[in-house]
């Protein structure tokens, strides 16, 4: 199946979004109401440079929600589970937010800026309706809006030579989700070390999005002697890594528990944060799904099953398929989703239904990340 | 530009998803996190049959929200500036939403269903996390869920005839907005005078997702003597008639007045509602911005601008064009969006800067909706 996307003002458009088409992006998908680039249309290569060189993505989608004023780091703490210790600026965190009913909304990464002022980076949901919401009713002293923040990722085990080479040697010295802000031919942005990949790599979180057209220009430049490519947040090699999709992997009922993210919940902090309660009761009550892998047998699969895919023990539904693939590295296919904790044990048998050809095939259940073969 | 749109389990499929497949759809986009059908090939004929005779859309994506419980009432009378004064069951409403800035968020119908619960029947965002925040911090009994419904809508001229066959001809005496529940063939729905034009038209508000099938193969028989075919909501028949697209129209500073739903705000109301003392304060200062119709000189545009066009007063810029395109029926090319107060007047004209080898064009402002030639 092949169908267009309609391109319009009402979808929002990256500030490298011309550049993306230049450089041959065949397909889109919409995240956050804007244009996502979702594949160049070689698949094989794009991975190829993801594992062993070095793609840059346009990821400006995953955009900021900044809260700023003198509440703003109470209304922090007080959207996520996570107990927080103390913010230093420069360094992110990763911070799952909830609703009250404990269920979870996003899975943003938090950077502090300033004493009054951080961003959320954010996934797939309007982050900023309910913050708004609750900072309101709340009567919190923070602004909130989506300031001009738009990242493009660098991605792959040569991505630090890269941005070394763009920045200096001083980018080999970011943690993990440290980022500094800083300019490039006078391009104001901030380096982090973070993306949607195991791989390594940076994202340039370009803070002028009338100026991006030139820093994908200097980034394809500078990555030249790197064979640096377009690519995409990769479908085969998320599912490899085991990285959680916020919306293809979770429902309107998933908690962090069963996603593999409950080590962010803390619920022995004694300050209050939203869905405390709930995440309580379920904590104690015990978690009735998990998030896992699947080694599905037979003739390799193409990427992308179309619809959530049916698992089951003999006839009953018991979980669901959310993204699956061949994967080159794990040599079988693969794919992750949530299952009844019953069938939750590494090297459980269970049927998937595709919705193909394949029919039903068997796979066995697998812990995350896969084992690279 | 053409360019394909990734399909996989992230994006939620419609009930009608197949069946739009069998009958040619050719684009989708994305809207509350689902695929949205945008066209089936052929502008001209879907504006014909809109116009002058019936056509069925896949509308979906017009997602409800179930306020559900003793406070579901009291929750939708705080969410809306609108005075809604007594509630019927059987009577939609339209019912702007706006944040505690009196930014508009969303702009719903709201479906009594019963004493205890009613349903949203929303645009493009996020109002159940908005409203989840809002009951929750409130301490309002109400639970909000996402129930199984999916509207299809059959709509132009004809679709009456198409609907009361179906149905029998008590639905010719609903009013606008007004909807009833039933069945046909067993498949249980609601029937409500409604749809995303100005020609006329219902809405099916199919309640059980797995008979979408069913659901679309008994309209599209029952439309065979009015030759019925598929369609989407319209992107020209909605600028003839100054219909707002919530997110290609607005912006994170759009209120009410701006947009044409002043009349929807009741300062004078008792009680509380969100961004009350905001829109006070806004309609005391004054409105900044119009939204209003541009007849624009020319040869006819081809239909979708791809960005919003800058609008501009000598080289001042003014305001922007969200929607273009020719119009059959204007005899004109014609467009929609926002402009500052003091250029809003009918008859002032103005600069449009396109995007495309059209460069600048002379357009004169219009009331909305145009008047058809």
Redesign the interface.
Known sequence: ???????????R?SPYFDKT?EDG??????YN?MYMP??YGDAAAEYDRLINGVAMWDVAVERQVSLKGSDAEKLARYLTPRELGALNIGQGRYVPLC???GTL?NDPVLLPLSEDECWLSIA????M??A???A???GYNVSI??PDVSPLAIQGPKAVEVVADLFGDWIRGLKYFGYRETTLNGIPLHVARSGWSKQGGYELYLTDGSRGGELWDLVKEAGKPYDIGPGTPN?IERLESGLV?Y??DTD?FTNPYEIGLGKFVSLSREDDF?GKKALTQIHADGIKRQFVGYKIEGEPLSA?????LPVKNNESHVGFV??SGWSPRVKSNIGVGLIEAAFSEPGTKVTIQTDTSDGDLTATISKLPFDIA
Not at 1 to 11: E, H, K, L, P, T
Not at 124 to 127: E, I, N, P, Q, R
């Open positions: 199946m092949s169908f267009g996307i309609a391109i319009g003002a009402r979808v458009k088409i992006v065949s397909a889109f998908s919409v109401h979702t594949s609703d009250h009913r909304i797939d949901s309007d982050v309706l309910f708004r919401a609750i309101a009713e709340r809006h989506e479908y999709s919306g293809a309107d939203i992308g099953n179309q619809h959530k959310s993204a």
